[in-house]
């Protein structure tokens, strides 16, 4: 009998412009929040390969006070309802309430932090995760924590990095 090891996989997803539509301004209540087409398809590929979904998104409107943390969970219900009915889940989604303007933190992308603490708190190796962006500051703060970056195109299907990965037998 042949026992193959199989790669622990985890897709770390930027939010806005990746799942749902990138409106050029925050999404400040679920009414606002529009899910891409792409999105469904593209999860259950990845998921059929094995991998584990981890959401690491700015919210600095929380700080700005353009919305709230309620308004945020509001938000990210209608996102899980919406994908639980295809059997897609998250495991955490990290959001980065903080502003510049008003504090330093270590979790708002370019920074590494919501992208370690996923590693951390999930024990996976930097080289078992790769994180979709559609911002350079998205592939910064992967490789900030030596994991790959994609950068995308805002609101474009990202099906590429998929074929990509198959390509690279990344997702055997
Ligand atoms: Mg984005
Ligand atoms: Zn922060």
Redesign the pocket.
Same mark, same amino acid.
């Given at each position: 009998m042949l026992f193959r090891y199989v790669m622990k996989k985890l897709v770390l997803l930027d939010r806005d412009g990746v799942l749902n539509r990138e409106i050029g301004d925050y999404i400040t209540n679920k009414e606002e929040f529009e899910l891409l087409p792409h999105v469904i398809p593209n999860l259950k590929r990845l998921k059929n390969a094995g991998c584990k979904f981890v959401i690491v998104t700015?919210q =600095?409107g929380i700080h700005k006070r353009k919305y709230t943390h309620h308004d945020l969970n509001e938000i990210h219900e209608k996102l899980k309802e919406a994908l639980a009915v295809e059997d897609i889940y998250f495991e955490e989604i990290y959001y *980065?309430?903080?502003h510049p303007y008003y =504090?330093q *933190?270590? *979790?708002?992308k370019p920074?590494s932090?919501?992208v370690q603490k996923a590693l951390a708190r999930f024990e996976y190796k930097a080289e078992e995760a790769i994180l979709i962006g559609d911002t350079p500051r998205d592939v910064e703060a992967a490789e900030g924590a030596g994991v790959r970056g994609f950068k995308i195109n805002a609101n474009y299907d990202w099906k590429w990095v998929i074929d990509q990965l198959e390509k690279e037998r990344w997702l055997d």
């Open positions: 700015n =600095s *980065c309430p903080h =504090s *933190c270590i *979790c708002r920074k932090g919501m």
